[in-house]
């Protein structure tokens, strides 16, 4: 078995082992904790085998996203939001989505709720499961004038990561401020920009790719920072949490030591998004959105 030794920062709480993907050979990765002398061990394996494709949706696709029920919603070049069924069938149509400017966030967490974010009039949409309009408000009007990431929250609000203040915020439905962490200039020397925010199991997941992974309670207190770099498509299911680093999927248990890699070029390759939901590995790539099984 050979062993290749990677310098990593990482802060964490507990010190269990857990597998993720499955491994084809025996290759291994260590990863050396300079915080505590603990080792993160991560199984690794050589280009895998293609995985089965299932579809591919079409529409010339600029951007997606996908909830925990399986549906899809695809935005086109014209700027029209879709939303297919896990069948493929249309179940609901947005056709006002440039009226806001561009695109900068889908959240779908809830299906019965999407979060549709405009960074560039700090704009947020509310829809319904059917993609009708709910209501809109202006952050701005909480005096929000900067924030790239939101996301939902528990209580069928919404998080704000406030960068001018750099607080992270709760919104009621109403788009009021209901609660703040305190300054993070005061808690970090270097305080996060995340770029992605999402509410799991009593948990707050900041990503910044610089800095890697900040977890909250709802309270505003630090759990555990994870130097998890340079992702792109970050993503939590349950206490697992997703990236990508070019044509190679990680997967990190929280809790855990256990870093897990696949490699995928066939697959990832020019990959422009990617997002896991239901078994499955949703891609987009050059105007198509391609479905593969896990």
Not at 66 to 73: A, K, S, W
Not at 104 to 131: C, E, G, H, M, S
Not at 158 to 170: G, N, Q, S
Not at 176 to 200: A, C, G, K, M, Q
Request: hydrophobic share 40%; with cysteine; glycine share 4%.
């Amino acid at each position: 078995m050979r062993k290749f030794l990677v310098i990593l920062s990482l802060v964490v709480l507990n010190a269990s082992f857990a597998n993720a993907f499955p491994c084809r050979n025996d290759a291994q990765v260590v990863y050396q904790l300079s915080t505590n002398n603990q080792q993160l061990f991560s199984d690794t394996v050589p280009p895998a085998a293609d995985l089965k494709l299932l579809q591919v949706i079409e529409g010339d696709i600029i951007n997606f996203t996908v909830d925990n029920l399986g549906n899809v919603y695809l935005i086109n070049s014209k700027y029209q939001l879709k939303k297919l069924n896990e069948k493929g069938d249309s179940v609901g149509v947005f056709n006002e989505v440039r009226r806001y400017g561009n695109l900068t966030y889908i959240d779908a967490t809830n299906p019965l709720k999407v979060l549709l974010y405009f960074q560039d009039f700090t704009t947020v949409v509310v829809l319904d499961r059917v993609l009708n309009k709910r209501y809109t408000f202006d952050l701005r009007q909480q005096n929000i004038m900067q924030a790239r990431a939101i996301s939902q929250s528990f209580d069928n609000g919404i998080w704000v990561y406030d960068e001018v203040e750099a607080k992270l915020k709760r919104l009621d439905d109403n788009g009021n401020v209901i609660d703040n962490s305190s300054d993070f200039r005061v808690l970090f020397s270097t305080p996060p920009t995340p770029v992605d925010i999402e509410d799991h199991d009593k948990l707050v997941y900041l990503y910044d790719p610089k800095q890697g992974l900040f977890i909250f309670d709802y309270y505003g207190s630090l759990k555990n920072k994870i130097a998890l770099l340079g992702w792109e498509d970050f993503q939590v299911i349950d206490k697992t949490v997703f990236g990508r680093k070019g044509n190679v999927l990680e997967k990190y248990e929280t809790g855990t030591l256990m870093l897990n890699e696949l490699a995928f070029p066939a697959i990832l390759t020019n990959v422009e998004k990617c997002r896991i939901s239901v078994n499955k590995l949703y891609c987009l790539s050059s105007g198509k959105v391609y479905v593969y099984e896990l």
